[in-house]
């Protein structure tokens, strides 16, 4: 059976996903084989693995850093929302139904089986588990039937490292109120504090450290730095939704739906000097982008419905009829087409008119299409004909068939027509061949020609996660972690 060390948060966004990957990757790097685990993650932004199974996209990064192929053992339940109160239920990779949130809690201890046969396989084929926890491990109201904090760690006796995020202010009070608030028997797994995001000089937190060791009677392990990097964030917390603004030569505008999913497949382009990926949700930030991205969506027809409502449709219309270009990556491609068809009510039922963009029509259908794909372009023509025959690699994770009267785009399906193009594969812009091309595309629009290299995101992801794992190894005392996970729960 294999060690254990879990990361629980004061509350959601203090940086647990990312202080998992880097102790994945501090280990990986020790010589042990280790693994993520996740009993429970609600995100809309998810990962196919190799065998064609559903999980979070943190738990595959978390896979990136430990030199391991992502696993639905690392990620045993995911909760996508489709709507405020409800989300569809997945389990084991494969789609279980959708519930309701009520209904949800009032059956999810039912999962714990399939939460600790996975924890077990995982335990039997690696030396270290590194565990994450979600949101806050002192929900009074939901701690009863607790299957992904102090209820699992209780369970399978596994000590607990509790961080909190000194940027956003108040760190005394989420370490001390949330260790004050656990149960005796819990407080007794927690071995150590974690200050993470701290700004400017370490020492002036000295006296910090000691206050917080003096009230809790646990060592603080480490004060971890801010840390600047250029990996994929959790949903709704990622700071990269918040920007609206042009700030670069190149302005790449992406539409944030309420409920956008997979929208880590536009972080490549950050590496590209001279180019601005915004998000926008109001007709007037629109403006005049140089490309217009519909990204992936987990409610097509409502979020379809909401672009009506808001004006973005006929702002996007627009646009595209004064020939700028438009890409649409899974839901926003089935917006793109003449109609989307929900007769079996997979999400909401019914149908809608799509933005007839393009010559296509999406019906939904009670399977999910869940695949690790690869190919290269066709011989596009119009705009997109810089991407002919290139060469990408990514993932397809959607509801729903897309019969196109237009060119196909890819040999894995897709379609275009000038200069609007859309299909289904998520990440389809991370390889260097594909995303080089389309920005050496949209400077030369511009008369203007990018000096720069194509960048290729996986090799990047590389390179951040071992600037992070160096990072949180200087910043924390590993030795002492070891320890901990020898000593156990």
Excluded at 18 to 39: W, Y
Excluded at 174 to 197: C, D, H, M, W, Y
Excluded at 222 to 235: A, F, R, S
Aim: proline letters at 4%; aromatic letters at 8%; glycine letters at 10%.
């Amino acid at each position: 059976m294999s060690k254990a060390i879990m990361i629980q948060g004061t509350m959601s966004g203090v940086g647990k996903s990312l202080l998992t990957a880097a102790l994945c990757r501090i280990f990986r790097q020790d010589g042990h084989r280790v693994a993520p685990f996740k009993s429970q993650n609600m995100a809309l932004n998810s990962y196919i693995t190799p065998d064609g199974l559903e999980i979070g996209r943190a738990q595959a990064l978390q896979a990136e850093a430990a030199g391991v192929e992502p696993s639905a053992l690392m990620n045993p339940v995911l909760l996508k929302p489709t709507t405020d109160v409800g989300s569809q239920v997945i389990v084991n990779g494969s789609v279980r139904g959708n519930m309701r949130a009520a209904e949800y809690f009032r059956r999810k201890k039912e999962l714990l089986p399939d939460i600790l046969r996975a924890y077990e396989q995982l335990s039997e084929k690696y030396d270290i588990l590194v565990v994450e926890g979600a949101g806050s491990p002192v929900e009074l109201n939901l701690r009863r039937d607790d299957i992904v904090n102090m209820g699992l760690a209780a369970l399978l006796r596994i000590p607990v490292l509790l961080a909190g995020d000194i940027d956003c202010g108040g760190v005394f009070a989420q370490l001390l109120g949330t260790f004050s608030l656990l149960e005796p028997q819990e407080q007794a797994l927690v071995k150590g504090l974690i200050v993470n995001r701290f700004r400017g000089d370490r020492s002036l937190f000295a006296d910090g450290v000691s206050i917080l060791e003096q009230k809790s009677g646990l060592p603080v392990l480490g004060v971890v730095p801010y840390i600047k990097h250029d990996l994929e964030d959790e949903d709704s917390l990622s700071h990269r939704l918040e920007k609206t603004q042009n700030t670069g030569v190149i302005d790449i505008a992406v539409i944030r739906f309420p409920k956008v999913s997979n929208f880590s497949d536009f972080d490549v382009f950050s590496q590209y000097s001279g180019v601005s990926v915004r998000y926008i949700s109001r007709p007037e930030q629109l403006g005049n982008p140089d490309l217009l991205i519909l990204p992936g969506t987990k409610s097509t027809i409502a979020d379809m419905q909401w672009m009506r409502e808001t004006g973005m449709e006929q702002a996007a219309i627009a646009l595209a009829r004064r020939g700028f270009p438009v890409f649409g990556i899974c839901g926003g491609f089935q917006m793109l087409g003449t109609e989307i068809a929900d007769p079996d009510e997979t999400e909401c039922g019914g149908s809608i008119r799509g933005l007839g963009l393009l010559p296509c029509r999406t019906v939904f259908r009670m399977a999910k299409t869940q695949t690790r794909t690869e190919g290269k372009f066709c011989d596009v023509t119009g705009f997109f004909s810089c991407l002919s025959q290139t060469r990408f690699y990514g993932y397809e994770v959607h509801m729903g068939a897309t019969d196109s009267a237009a060119a196909p785009l890819t040999d894995r399906g897709g379609c275009f027509c000038d200069h609007i193009a859309g299909c289904y594969v998520h990440g389809i812009f991370d390889s260097a061949e594909v995303s080089g091309a389309l920005i050496r595309a949209l400077y030369a629009a511009k008369g203007l020609r990018y000096q720069g290299e194509a960048c290729d995101r996986r090799a990047h992801r590389e390179q951040q996660l071992d600037m992070l794992a160096d990072t949180v190894r200087q910043s924390l005392d590993i030795p002492k972690i070891y320890q901990i996970m020898e000593d156990g729960g």
